[in-house]
């Protein structure tokens, strides 16, 4: 049992290349969830999926989109990286109703760790 | 707007003395409260979640308390040990959880 699962877990890219992290769970769970780390600002939410083909965004979207690609899958795409994107990005998932806020805690991927130069 | 101020953001004590972190929220619709914690290098792990309808709940050496009239809820840390030392997050839940900006607790021996 894996859990939430994330590709690459380290990636460089120069400015303005465009990369996909890739995200899978097996927990069957309803709601996936994308998230950026930085020093000193905590765990910021980029963009959510509260169900199977949904999708909204979070704290920063901008220079962002995402994927929810079936129940399993939820992929963040840079289109364009920029170095102010240099960060940990971490997916979750977590249990809950697709008609309401879920009420259940996240389980974390082990993160990716992205430098842009 | 949503959001969840988090208490202290440096948190230092003797290995067996307790620690007190405190979270105070502001959407008074949120429900869920839970708790993670996050290792050097490491993904954020929940160790303990609280619903709004108790006030408190306890697991071992850790406990959460909740208090909804005053917007606030609390982690605490009883005989606290060395593999305590982490960073804590505290978070409400809505569709979008928001997260507070962790207190970095360090156990010293």
Redesign the interface.
């Known amino acids: 049992n894996a859990g939430v699962t994330q590709t690459p877990k380290f990636q460089v890219l120069k400015t303005g290349q465009s990369m996909t992290l890739q995200c899978a769970q097996d927990m069957n769970h309803n709601s996936m969830?994308w998230?950026r780390q930085d020093p000193?600002?905590?765990?910021?939410?980029i963009y959510?999926s509260?169900s199977e083909g949904t999708t909204?965004k979070?704290?920063v979207p901008n220079g962002y989109n995402v994927s929810r690609l079936n129940k399993r899958e939820f992929s963040l795409r840079l289109e364009s990286a920029a170095p102010s994107q240099t960060s940990v990005y971490?997916c979750a998932s977590s249990e809950g109703w697709s008609w309401g806020?879920?009420?259940?805690?996240?389980?974390?991927?082990?993160?990716t760790r992205l430098t842009v130069v | 707007g949503e959001n969840v101020e988090q208490h202290p953001s440096t948190l230092s004590v003797q290995e067996g003395d307790s620690a007190v972190i405190k979270c105070t929220y502001s959407d008074s619709a949120s429900?869920?409260f839970?708790w993670?914690k996050q290792e050097l290098g490491?993904?954020?792990?929940?160790i303990i979640?609280i619903?709004s309808n108790v006030g408190e709940k306890k697991d071992q050496r850790i406990a959460v308390t909740l208090n909804k009239t005053a917007k606030h809820f609390s982690l605490h840390i009883t005989e606290t040990q060395p593999e305590d030392s982490a960073v804590y997050?505290c978070a409400h839940?809505?569709?979008?959880?928001?997260?507070?900006?962790?207190t970095r607790l360090f156990v010293k021996a």
């Open positions: 969830y998230y000193g600002m905590g765990l910021r939410l959510y509260a909204d979070g704290e971490f806020p879920p009420n259940y805690g996240y389980t974390f991927g082990s993160g | 429900n869920y839970p993670y490491k993904r954020p792990q929940l979640d619903r997050f839940r809505g569709f979008k959880t928001i997260f507070g900006a962790g």
